[in-house]
C-alpha cells in the first residue's frame, strides 16, 4: 500500500466508530426510564457497567488511572477502587463474585497490542488501594489471529468464565477465554461465534441462558451457547453508550460516556420478556399408582351339604364290628354243641 494512502486510511478506520456513535446519537430513540444520574464529576467517560450488591459500578474509559466507581441508589458515589495508575486502555466491566469485579484493559483502536489484560480487583463502598492484590491477578489474553479491538467483557454466572466481543465495523466475534486462567503464560482466546458490529458492552442474564450485546443504538440479545438471535433491543438516545447492565431480577440498565450522565432503564417487548422467563421448575413425577388386579367374576357358592346325625354316623362306623362280634360268637356257639355230640356217642 503507498505510504501517501496508508494514513488516511487509519485515521478513517479509527474514526469509524466514533462517527457510528454519532450517528446512533442523533437516530436513537425507544422508551426508557431514568434510574439515576451519575453525581460524581469524576466519572467522565462510563464505559462498562456491573450491578451488583445493590451498587452500580462502572469506570471511566482510557486516559483515567485504574479507578472503579461504586455507585449508591441516589447517584452518589460511595466507594472508589484504585487498582492501576497507569492502565493502557480500560473499557469494560464484568462481575468477579461477591465484591468483585473484572476489569478489561482491553482497547485497542490501532490494532496493535500484542495481548491484552483482564484484572479482578475488589469493590464496594469506601476507599479501596487494591493495586498490590490486582497484580497477582492480572492475566494476559490472547487472539488467534492477531490484534483485536474490545470493549465488550462478559462472565458467565454459572460458570465464572470470561468472554470478550470484538469492536469491529464489518461484524464483532465473541471469543472465550480458558476455563483456568494462567496468570503467568498468556492466555489464547477462542473464537465462538458472531455477534453485531461495534460491540460496546454485553452482560448475561443471571441464569446464563441468555445474554445481551449492546452497540450505540441498539442491543440484541443472543440464546446461549447457540448465539442464535432472539430478539432486538432499540435502545434510547445517548451521547455515546458504552455500558449495559443486567440486574438480578433481570432489568437491563445502560449508561452512556459524559459528565453527569443518566443511568436509565430499557424496557423489553412482551415477546422478549416471554422468551427471557427462566424455565419452570419440572413437577415432581408421582410414583405410578399400581394396577388394581381384576375383578374376578364371583364364583357360584357350593351347596350347602346335608347335616349328618353324629349319632348315625357312629351307628354307620360300628355295623361292621357288630356283625363281625355275631358271626364269631355263632361259630364258638357251633363248636360248643358238635363237641357235645361227639362225646355223647
Same mark, same amino acid.
Given at each position: 500500500?503507498?505510504?501517501r494512502l496508508r494514513g488516511p486510511l487509519v485515521a478513517l478506520a479509527l474514526a469509524a466508530p466514533f462517527a457510528v456513535g454519532l450517528a446512533a446519537h442523533a437516530a436513537g430513540g425507544g422508551d426508557a426510564e431514568v434510574v439515576l444520574t451519575f453525581a460524581d464529576p469524576e466519572i467522565l467517560e462510563s464505559s462498562g457497567l456491573v450491578a451488583a450488591d445493590g451498587l452500580l459500578l462502572t469506570t471511566n474509559d482510557s486516559?483515567?488511572?485504574?479507578?472503579?466507581?461504586?455507585?449508591g441508589p441516589q447517584g452518589l458515589t460511595v466507594g472508589v477502587t484504585t487498582w492501576a495508575d497507569e492502565p493502557t486502555d480500560v473499557e469494560a466491566l464484568a462481575p468477579a463474585g461477591p465484591g468483585q469485579v473484572w476489569v478489561g484493559d482491553i482497547g485497542d483502536n490501532p490494532g496493535s497490542r500484542g495481548s491484552v489484560t483482564?484484572?479482578?480487583v475488589p469493590v464496594g463502598r469506601g476507599a479501596i488501594d487494591a493495586r498490590t492484590e490486582a497484580a497477582g491477578e492480572t492475566y494476559e489474553l490472547v487472539y488467534p489471529g492477531g490484534a483485536r479491538d474490545a470493549e465488550t467483557l462478559l462472565s458467565h454466572p454459572r460458570t465464572g468464565r470470561l468472554y470478550l466481543a470484538s469492536k469491529s465495523f464489518f461484524g464483532g466475534a465473541l471469543y472465550e477465554a480458558p476455563a483456568r486462567l494462567d496468570p503467568d503464560a498468556p492466555n489464547?482466546?477462542?473464537?465462538?461465534?458472531?455477534?453485531?458490529?461495534?460491540?460496546?458492552?454485553? %452482560?448475561?442474564?443471571? @441464569? =446464563? *441462558?441468555?445474554?445481551?450485546?449492546?452497540?450505540?443504538?441498539?442491543?440484541?440479545?443472543?440464546?446461549? &451457547?447457540?448465539?442464535?438471535?432472539?430478539?432486538e433491543l432499540e435502545l434510547p438516545d445517548q451521547q455515546q453508550g458504552e455500558?449495559? %447492565?443486567?440486574?438480578? @431480577? =433481570? *432489568?437491563?440498565l445502560v449508561s452512556t460516556e459524559g459528565q453527569f450522565t443518566d443511568v436509565l432503564e430499557? &424496557?423489553?417487548?412482551?415477546?422478549?420478556?416471554?422468551?427471557?422467563?427462566?424455565?419452570?421448575?419440572?413437577?415432581p413425577t408421582p410414583d405410578p399408582t399400581p394396577e388394581a388386579a381384576p375383578e374376578q367374576p364371583e364364583q357360584p357358592e357350593p351347596p350347602d351339604a346335608e347335616p349328618?346325625?353324629?349319632?348315625?354316623?357312629?351307628?354307620?362306623?360300628?355295623?361292621p364290628l357288630a356283625w363281625l362280634l355275631g358271626a364269631l360268637t355263632a361259630v364258638v356257639l357251633a363248636t360248643l354243641l358238635l363237641a357235645r355230640a361227639v362225646r355223647r356217642r
Open positions: 500500500m503507498p505510504d486516559g483515567d488511572s485504574g479507578r472503579v466507581f461504586a455507585v483482564v484484572a479482578r489464547e482466546l477462542r473464537e465462538v461465534g458472531g455477534v453485531l458490529p461495534i460491540a460496546t458492552d454485553g %452482560a448475561f442474564w443471571p @441464569d =446464563g *441462558r441468555h445474554l445481551v450485546v449492546r452497540g450505540y443504538a441498539d442491543a440484541v440479545v443472543y440464546a446461549w &451457547p447457540s448465539l442464535a438471535e432472539v430478539g455500558g449495559i %447492565a443486567v440486574t438480578d @431480577d =433481570g *432489568r437491563v430499557v &424496557p423489553l417487548p412482551a415477546d422478549l420478556e416471554d422468551a427471557l422467563a427462566p424455565e419452570a421448575e419440572p413437577e349328618v346325625d353324629r349319632a348315625q354316623d357312629e351307628s354307620l362306623r360300628t355295623v
